[in-house]
């Protein structure tokens, strides 16, 4: 399999005060390349922690973390594994830096040395892949949510990542917003290759994903694709996550007897499901 990130017996340790607090525990797990993978977990279980982990913000305590074959722990190669590897965070105004959106994108391809023909060009590509690029000359701030953070996606895009981190990037957003940078990103990923790890408590935005992960006190509690992972009711309910209500709802028939099938997450699949029932299928 080729693997974008490898990461084998990873431990991380917060210092503070002289106490250690053990954030991420002993964890192994591979990234495949091109693969879309959601990360979910209750507030403290980890999550930032590993993704500051994957572009060598946060260097492993025990263990390494390899990306695109190179150890995050080199210094002289931390520049290779941050091209590789885009980061998003939770607050788009916190990273939006100018007052034209163009200049907001070409902001990292300045960074990175490019020539200004190609800067103008990667710009165009990566407002038109986030669907932004009739706002080339907006001023960020006016934007919607849901806007601003497909600018700050386009910003990250426009160094050609092979790998986009984000973290609880739809947090802030309103449910239009949080659909935009979901259906953003499975285009990101399908169109152009882009290996997506997306963290988020919102059990919806799981639903395409090639591979869900669960992650609860630093250890990873479940892996599998979506419908294996939320077949799990009762394990997510005891680590403080919600279940989707489509998954809900098709196991509360079963248990009354219906017979339907509970591998599905999406509305359309659920409401087969639940027409199977009513026509006695
Ligand atoms: P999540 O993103 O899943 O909410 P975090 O990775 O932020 O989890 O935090 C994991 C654990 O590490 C939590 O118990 C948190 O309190 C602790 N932690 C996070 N950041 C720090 C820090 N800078 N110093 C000390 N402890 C921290
Ligand atoms: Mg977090």
Known sequence: MDNIIEIKNVTYEYTEDEATHIAVKNLSLNIERGSFTVILGHNGSGKSTLAKMLNGLNKPTLGTILVDGINTLAEETEIEVKRRVGMVFQNPDNQLIASIVEEDVAFGPENLGLPPKEIRQRVDSALKAVGMEE???????????????????????????????????????????????????????????????????????????????????????????????????????????????????????????????????????????????????
């Open 135 to 281: 706002f080339v000359s907006s001023t960020p701030h006016r934007l919607s949510g849901g806007q601003k953070q497909r600018i700050a996606i386009a910003g990250i895009i426009a160094m050609e990542p092979e790998c986009l981190v984000l973290d609880e990037p739809t947090a802030m957003l309103d449910p239009k917003g949080r659909r935009e940078i979901v259906d953003t990103l499975h285009k990101l990923n399908k169109e152009k290759g882009i290996t997506v790890i997306l963290i988020t408590h919102y059990m919806e935005e799981a639903e395409n994903a090639d591979r869900v992960l669960v992650m609860n006190d630093g250890e990873i509690i479940s892996d599998g694709k979506p419908h294996e992972v939320f077949q799990n009711v009762e394990m997510l309910k005891s680590v403080g996550l919600d279940v989707p209500q489509t998954t809900e709802l098709l196991y509360a028939l079963q248990k009354n007897g219906f017979k339907v099938n509970t591998n599905v997450i999406s509305v359309t699949d659920t409401a087969r499901e639940i027409k199977k029932v009513l026509e006695g299928v």
